[in-house]
């Protein structure tokens, strides 16, 4: 029986109420009543005065419940490594790991403690001081920063869905970005995708920042990276210097891994489309319609209007598009001759059995000197097996 009942109808018994009533008004079996009548359990002689405090203490009666006690404060071990606190904070300033620590502490400072004392304590340090990062500010037509994400699933020709590569470029200032998906990737559509997101601008920025992906950067390196040749020549060309960030440094580029972000969450999210020519028509509405009016997150201002402010800043593009190449190396033969595609070609004045680059553009192609000076220039053979030598290259 509740509390709330039994109470009741010991109330009514002692005012003597009988048991058909107390029924009637409580809903209790009879027999329960009987039974609570007969024990006399809780039901007092005489009723405590009105305002009377009931008793707590040893002769507070039987039926009286002892308050519970109030929860003890929780014991807090003492770390064995709070005696060299200031040792341990210096060296997690340093971007030590714990294991390092603990070796200094055992072999300086007599530590006898394990190891997992120390990795604990460095733990909370490093739980209470988060990284810092400074806010990057750039002037108008400066910066632009590019990479690739994935976008929306596409489907194929076999019917099948798949995501293609979703390249961003986007202009640090601003905050204006060019968006576009494509099936492959390599170094000319790494290379093509820049001289579109320029074009669309409608100017070229002074640098592009880019992660060391190799579509970009062929040998990583903070001061002096090596940059693919086709890539390399189309900066070159629309007088743009390449950026390339630490390895394993992506917040150098945070503004596109934003902007990547934004187009995944927002424009793509639960989409699906039947070409990728669909995708690219939708991702440029949804830029113009949404994207560019929206009103930037950090400079509170609206991005369509920075940008009206960058552009003029923005280098112009040169009358002629970029040429584009393949480029390879080859070794010069015993007659001054080169092999490419199967066609021969004159490499003098590149010595004998030097190597040589090779820039293959449409109809024809050049070759480079060591130096990246331009050696020769030949069209390009009409079958395989052609010999392009100009009298003068021949020994006799």
Request: a positive charge; glycine letters at 8%.
């Amino acid at each position: 029986m509740k509390d709330h009942l039994r109470i009741t109808v010991e109330t009514l018994l002692r005012q003597g109420a009988g048991q058909r009533e107390i029924e009637r008004r409580t809903g209790v079996n009879r027999r329960t009543i009987r039974r609570l009548a007969a024990k006399g359990a809780g039901v007092a002689t005489d009723p405590a005065p009105k305002g009377s405090t009931p008793a707590t203490g040893p002769d507070g009666g039987a039926d009286q419940n002892t308050p519970p006690r109030p929860p003890a404060p929780p014991k807090v071990a003492a770390s064995a490594c709070a005696a060299h606190r200031a040792f341990i904070e210096a060296q997690v300033a340093l971007g030590r790991n714990a294991l390092s620590i603990y070796q200094d502490l055992v072999d300086h400072h007599g530590f006898a403690h394990r190891y997992n004392s120390v990795k604990r304590f460095v733990r909370t340090l490093k739980a209470r001081a988060p990284e810092r990062f400074d806010v990057l500010e750039f002037l108008p037509g400066e910066e632009a920063q590019v990479d690739y994400g994935q976008g929306a699933p596409t489907r194929l020709p076999n019917g099948k869905y798949r995501r293609p590569y979703l390249f961003v470029m986007t202009l640090k200032y601003s905050g204006k970005s060019f968006r576009k998906v494509v099936w492959k990737t390599s170094q000319e559509v790494w290379a093509r995708l820049h001289e579109e997101a320029f074009r669309a601008f409608g100017g070229c920025p002074a640098y592009v920042v880019l992660d060391n992906l190799k579509e970009g950067v062929i040998r990583p390196d903070l001061y002096e990276p090596g940059l693919n040749g086709v890539y390399a020549a189309l900066l070159e060309h629309y007088g743009v210097v390449a950026d390339v960030c630490r390895v394993r440094d992506p917040n150098r580029k945070g503004t596109v891994e934003s902007a990547i972000q934004h187009t995944q969450g927002t424009a793509l999210k639960g989409r699906r489309f039947e070409a990728i020519d669909a995708q690219n028509e939708f991702l440029a509405d949804w830029e113009a319609r949404w994207a560019a009016p929206r009103i930037h997150g950090r400079k509170k201002r609206q991005v369509l209007e920075l940008y009206r402010e960058e552009q003029p800043h923005l280098k112009p593009l040169p009358v002629e598009g970029f040429r584009y190449f393949r480029e390879g190396v080859r070794t010069v033969d015993d007659a001054g001759l080169v092999q490419v595609d199967g066609a021969y070609y004159a490499a003098l004045p590149a010595r004998l059995h030097s190597e040589v680059k090779v820039r293959i553009f449409e109809r024809d192609l050049q070759i480079l000197g060591a130096d990246g000076t331009v050696l020769r220039r030949h069209e390009k053979a009409a079958r395989k097996g052609a010999i392009t030598l100009d009298p003068a290259d021949r020994s006799a």
